[in-house]
């Protein structure tokens, strides 16, 4: 189940997060910003990416996360890494950790009476494959090109379930 928005009327909007903002969050950006665009939903749901690092800020994304995307035909050329900060949150009707590190990085960014446990969530929450023991996006950036075929099949398969909630979800609120 999806959290409400923030505010009556305005754009649901998605944060997702790792840890530099040039792999895997930018990948979901990408991927979820195309299937609401397919859906009919971008005019409603808004997507946004962000690293709780700041190694990369402004800089384009890892060029094998943009290699993957383009082979599978993704536009991946605006993506600028960006930094998670605490007024994210306030902004964002789902923040989305791409893993277990990120997400207690997130949390210990919050005074913990301000954390909404339905709006931090991990991104293979929404994702059909992952258990209870496998919620972890892998981070493919020390490894080789190998490594972001999976993450991007994770992505598109998550991708497809949280644009599948998005209707019902702006239809309650």
Known sequence: MLPPRRTDGSTYRIAVV???NICRSPIAEVVLSDRLARAGLSERVEVVSAGTGDWHVGNPMDPRAA???SAH???PSRHRAKQYAPAWYDGCDLVLAMDASNH???T???VPDDLDASRLRMFRDFDPGADEADRDVP???FGGEEGFEPVLAMVERTAR???GLLP???RED
């Open 161 to 163: 379930e949280l644009v």
């Open 73 to 75: 035909g993704y536009d």
């Open 139 to 141: 981070d493919p950036y």
């Open 104 to 106: 207690a990085d997130i």
């Open 108 to 110: 210990a960014m919050h």
């Open 168 to 170: 019902a979800r702006l």
């Open 18 to 20: 790792c840890l530099g």
């Open 67 to 69: 290699d993957v995307l």
